[in-house]
């Protein structure tokens, strides 16, 4: 019997990837999200901490729906067209002043 606080490694294949499905509303778990993103679960619980990326807690686990995803994923593009548009500004700057 497992105790409290502890874990096991468990093999995933592509039929526990699949989505949770209530209704029409779809839910992630942590591990599922953090493999579609390429990322450890530790960001992802960090996110959700944050208040970045929504989720609830259902249960003992957090769980996100593909709307949260989507919502999440659109933030951090824009994000990061705001940040390249900011580089873009500065280089432009700095071009404009010549050499010093």
């Known amino acids: 019997m497992e105790g409290r606080g ?3 490694r468990v ?11 209530r209704g029409d509303v779809r839910f992630f778990d942590v591990n599922q999200v953090a493999q579609k993103l390429g990322v450890s679960t530790q960001m992802i619980y960090k996110s959700i901490q944050q208040g970045k990326l929504p989720a609830i807690f259902i249960g003992s686990r957090y769980r996100m729906t593909d709307e949260d995803l989507a919502q999440f994923l659109s933030q951090g593009r824009q994000k990061a067209r705001d940040r390249a548009a900011g580089r873009a500004a500065k280089l432009a700057a700095k071009r404009e002043a010549g050499p010093e």
């Open 6 to 8: 502890s874990y096991r």
């Open 11 to 21: 093999k995933i294949d592509d039929e526990d990837m699949q989505p949770g499905v």
